[in-house]
């Protein structure tokens, strides 16, 4: 066993460190890759699953003999909440699954279930707070207030704070007032949710569309009376989760209990409105700000008052990430929840901190606008309130961020700027933080008498690179190029791997492979080293040999290594536990967004011209697969800033959007530009491995937003900004 | 999706024969980009779709012996975009550009497209295209003139504006088997007022062939979509203009269209007369826009789409006087 597990130099990394295409780039590029969605099995059933018209209601009847009826139609399940008075709280809920010969038949039987309800009262218009206090739909979501001077031991504790902040407020040079908010979107998984199942042997086989291979086996067990070793859970390759599929779901197991009782395998993905409803949604977040800046512009005091829903239980946004990331030594923060009648959130990339980030530097970059201030001069004076330690490293990714997008040479004040007709063009910024802990992961390593090499970790690729990541790391550690390393993943069979959620997955697998690589290889040069006669602690593997590190004459091919193994294969299983210390891995990342817009003023359509990212995540393994993490998250971004929007009628609260024909999302068309750039010094490399599938995604609302404002003159208070919500906004100005 | 007969006639009169005569029992098949979608959702349910698309007759651009340009009903929205008889027409053109997708470009037809179904999201989510759904709900997208009867849903036809402008006909065929109709395109669209009527005039048995415009002489047109992205999303206000112009640069004819305004393509006669007798300038194409809107009703949610139809109105008369529109 090695010593201490760590990273190779830069300058001693042949392969890690470096552009790799993706191994699966080809198949999946040509469509050779199948999806949980192209997996179909020998006389498989079509499931169908039907949805609640009304968003919320009192079932008093729920009528399948039609869709029994139904030609082609083999089995009905009316699931526990389609049963006679149960009450539903908002559309789409599933009630009943139809299987069928085909899709087209199991849609028509679909199609022929009757329901018969009492309605209701709908509350869905989760902007608008004081409606949802007149309907009885608020709830308090806690606070926190902290502030520089203490209170007495006699002193009332709000009292003192509300006098206390209230001073605050008036020895401050600048108070700003502000208003803010980011409505609820959805996940929007090109693959919806779904699983293929079936039967063998009392035990089940389930490919599920998932970002935890490793733990939706347990949850099929549980549901189903059996254990985790009778559940076979496999997901080779999954078109996007974002958060939101780390579970069977009920209609998973729905899909699972239809195919017990007809004996076949049934089919069930989610159809693409349902997706949308059911698939996952992100809590929206409204807020009231006031703050106070010295004449540097430096936030002394905060107070702000947010809402919001998460759906049907209340939520929205969590308070303990207000204000975000720039936290004035001085605040108040409080909190009221909204049970609106739509579907329960799921984790969003990022949770919280895209709406938190949305929802406060705004206020700051409006502050910059009421004192005449460039943005950046701003921002970087508020460094100084940065809660995690990373003032420096912000300080240093906005000069590269700076340089990238020309800040200096194309700033202008607010609504200041030159225009071309009726288009006018703006900078903003916005900057984020995030964990990316490594997740726990165990990883089983085989190499062969014959060089082979070959390795099985229950994780899964979302798309991201983890295998090609996974092969990296482990040609890295045995000095093998990254094609003679077989990488096998997406199975619960293989070993332990967490989910892929919270930006877990490459440190995990970093973790798992690097460790299982260095155990394995210190096994090869024991042997190796009695071959070649030298200490083993001497060996190092490099380009396909074993070598002495100081004199490279005395050496031995991988393959000639490999045969002295033996005739079985070495195995070797390793393990990292979440939360360990360990020097391969770190958590605690930030990054720096600036973006350049255009508007025109006269029908409020924004473009962006150039988006910069800038981003630190410790140890950067493949700077291509990496830098693609950040390009999604951005037109994730871009998306979510310009376009995306759960539209809920107010009256039905029917989410009338559920379409991709209606939901709107950018195309490649919208993205404009994008430059992004790995921050990656010496001082962050030697940190490890740190995730950055979410962070990316935390600062585009914001910096979007900002430079909209930057570029009209005036605030856009709402995300998305749509058309109509600029125009309105220039209205009021 | 209900099980429906499919018949795939090789000729006009076989299309005729195969139609039925009964409201929704039979849907025509003209690319499918919109019916498929509507089939799959049981919005529409017939019991036979009949495909046009292979009728050579409906497959042709051709020039008449007038002059006019008489295009297939279907014809895909890709082959009139390259065809360089349509080079003089560049409203249609345009229209064809926004759609900013090569599939529904290449799969859609012009007869398709015209005969499209409402976007309406009340609609498309089983609420029925007409009733009190979009008065005070969800109706950003809705119509802002011509809403007073029980239909707010606008017209989605990107390319009828354009027709209208530049005086193009429909052929229909049908009921009988010899009958055949033109009729101007203004007069093809309705605004239905009960749930029996279609956004069209068409009855059951008939079929559109061809869409005839007639020789440009002379005239310049445009179209100007307002559109947040570069996808295929639907744009938020738009208008199509032609304008003939005397030898002094004075307008002497000019017909303005808006697209996605009412339940049908709205041409602005108010707008027209602003513009007759007079140049173009930014001033004056402002003024033909404000009239366009002037009886303008918004609903609850789309006050906005005021603002956007006007300055369509603004942007396709500077266009089609070859100036620069001033946005994006």
Known sequence: MPEEYSWPSREASAVIGKVHDRLDGVVKSTGA?????????????????????????????????????TPGVVHVEVLPQGKKDTEIEWEGELLAVVAAESE????????????????????ADESNLTAAEVAGRTGKGGGKAETVNEPGDDDD?????????QRLFDESKYVLEGEYGIDAITHCCLEPHGATVQWKDGKLEAYLSTQNVSGTDEGFARDLELTADDVHVQCEYIGGGFGSKFAPDYWGIAAARISKATGRPVKLMLQRDQELKLGGSRPSGYIKVRLGADENGVVQVWDSLQ??????RGGGVSHSVIPYVLVPPNYRRVSTTIKSNTANARAWRAPNHPQACAMSQTALDDLAAKMGADSYDVFLANLVNATNGKAEVYRAEMEVGAKLIDWKAKWHPHGKGPSRGAIVDGLGMGLHTWGGTANTSSCLLKIYPDGGVESFCGTQDLGTGTRTVCAQVLAETLGLEVGQVKVNIGSSRYPNSGASGGSTTVGAVCESHRRAGQDAVAKVFDLAARELGVDASVLEAVGGQIRDSANHQKRISWRKACSLIGLKPLEVTSNYRRGDESPLTDSGVGGVQMAHVEVDKETGVIKIKKFVAVQDQGLV???KTCKSQIYGAVIMGIAAALYEQRVTDPQSGKFVNAELSDYKLARLGDVGEIVVELYEPDSERIRGVIGNGEPPAISPKAAIANAVANALGVRVPTIPMTPKRVLDALAKA | MKAFEYAAPRTEA???????????????????????GLMKKMLVTPDRVVNIMDVPTLKTIDELPDGSISIGAAVTLDLILDHPYLDVYPAVKQAIRGINSMQLQCQGTLGGEI??????WFYRNGLGLLGTQADQGANQYHAILGNAGPAKFVNSSRIAPALIALDAQVRVIGPGEEDEAWLPVSEFFRTPR??????????????????????????????????????????????????RFDGFGIIHEAKVVMGQVAPTPWNSQEAARLLIGHAVDSQRAEQAGLAAVRMASPLSENQYKVQLAKVAVKRAVLLAAGQDPGGF
């Open chain 1, 104 to 123: 087209a038949a199991a849609r028509e039987g679909v199609s022929k279930i009757k329901i018969t309800v009492e309605e209701l009262d709908v509350f």
């Open chain 2, 194 to 243: 009960h749930d029996g009527q279609r956004e069209h005039v068409l009855q059951p048995q008939q079929v559109v062939t061809h869409v005839i415009l007639p020789p440009i002489a002379g005239r310049t047109c445009a179209t100007y979509e307002v559109r947040d992205s570069e996808g295929p999303d639907y744009p938020l206000a738009a208008a199509s203009v032609a304008l």
């Open chain 1, 621 to 623: 393994i493949n700077p």
């Open chain 1, 157 to 165: 504790e709000d009292e003192f704070v509300e006098k206390e902040l």
């Open chain 2, 115 to 120: 005969c499209q179904r409402p976007r309406c």
């Open chain 1, 307 to 312: 809402w919001g829903s998460s759906g049907f």
């Open chain 1, 33 to 69: 890759a199948k999806y949980t969605y192209d997996v179909n099995l020998k006389n498989q059933l079509i499931a169908v699953a039907y949805g609640s018209p009304y968003a919320h209601c009192k079932i008093k009847s729920l009528d399948v003999s039609g869709a029994e009826k």
């Open chain 2, 14 to 36: 076989e299309i005729l024969q195969v139609m039925s005569a009964e409201p929704g029992a039979t849907e025509v098949l003209a690319g499918g980009t919109d019916l498929v």
